[in-house]
């Protein structure tokens, strides 16, 4: 391991209402790492809060995270390790597969895929499969010189992209399943007044990584202590809480397909003024 100091990021799917399970699952993990005689690996007494990883790499060393497939694929390739790819019990996942769900405000008019053009769409941040990536590509067949929607506001967050639909701040916006699903399983409200009017091409689930300069052995025995996380009786609770099942061990090829969208999908709109 790297001599910067050691950090685990599992903040990607991060409600207040869950906070207390990745905690949880980490702390079985480092357990059985320490049983598997990896004394001397730094291991984090718990999860940090930070989802951006880009600003994690230069100064800590990733033990254990998980990212959005559009940096693992992007500015951050090469840069980090590919773990496994998490398989949730989501409406739209398949498998380690999932989707984003194309949403609008229950009472819009807004009913098909092209009806949207002309319009403004939320988006969390550019450089996200499930909030751009995939919308972009999915509308790019119906775009005009490259155009689609008017106009974009940036929320910061697929949470902050549901409440600028549901206030009239934009038209759409496009969420990760998973997310949908644990806003609805553990706040209802933030989903409620939406509409879903089409879901996007599927693509692997957000990978569970760890530095690229992780050892193979270590990488070995993260693999093991997540795989007994998963299967831990005592983790059911935590597990459920954020929909997770188990995990796949996909090849990094498998994320190609996310560079392969992104090569399809239509450039971001100007950004509505204020936003």
């Given at each position: 391991m790297s001599e910067r100091p050691a950090v685990?990021?599992?903040?990607?799917?991060?409600l207040p209402e869950t906070e207390?399970?990745?905690?949880?699952?980490?702390?079985?993990?480092?357990?059985?790492?320490?049983?598997?005689?990896?004394?001397?690996?730094?291991?984090?007494?718990?999860?940090?809060?930070?989802h951006d990883m880009a600003a994690?790499?230069?100064?800590?060393?990733?033990?254990?995270?998980?990212?959005?497939?559009?940096?693992?694929?992007?500015?951050?390739?090469?840069?980090?390790?590919?773990?496994?790819?998490?398989?949730?019990?989501?409406?739209g996942c398949r498998g380690p597969l999932y989707r984003s769900l194309v949403v609008v405000r229950a009472e819009s008019s807004l009913r098909t895929l092209g009806d949207l053009r002309g319009h403004v769409v939320a988006v969390n941040s550019w450089d996200s499969q499930s909030g751009w990536n995939a919308l972009a590509a999915l509308v790019?067949?119906?775009?005009?010189r490259g155009n689609f929607f008017s106009s974009a506001r940036i929320s910061g967050s697929h949470v902050q992209s549901l409440a600028a639909v549901r206030a009239g701040h934009a038209d759409v916006a496009a969420i990760d399943c998973v997310t949908f699903a644990l806003l609805h399983k553990h706040r209802r409200a933030a989903v409620t007044g939406l509409r879903v009017i089409a879901e996007t091409e599927a693509a692997p689930a957000l990978p569970f990584v760890t530095d690229a300069d992780t050892q193979p052995e270590v990488v070995s025995a993260?693999?093991?202590?997540?795989?007994?996380?998963?299967?831990?009786?005592?983790?059911?609770?935590?597990?459920?809480?954020?929909?997770?099942?188990?995990?796949?061990?996909?090849?990094?090829?498998a994320y190609d397909v996310i560079p392969e969208m992104a090569s399809r999908a239509i450039p971001p709109p100007p950004l509505r003024p204020g936003g």
């Open positions: 685990v990021s599992l903040a990607m799917y991060a207390w399970a990745p905690g949880a699952l980490w702390r079985r993990i480092a357990t059985d790492m320490r049983r598997q005689g990896l004394r001397e690996v730094a291991l984090p007494k718990d999860v940090d809060g930070v994690l790499i230069p100064n800590r060393t990733i033990v254990f995270g998980q990212t959005c497939g559009f940096p693992f694929t992007h500015s951050l390739a090469g840069r980090l390790q590919l773990l496994g790819t998490p398989i949730y019990d989501a409406p790019a067949p119906l775009a005009l993260l693999k093991r202590a997540l795989l007994g996380a998963l299967a831990d009786p005592a983790l059911a609770e935590a597990r459920s809480e954020l929909l997770l099942n188990w995990i796949e061990d996909l090849p990094p090829a």
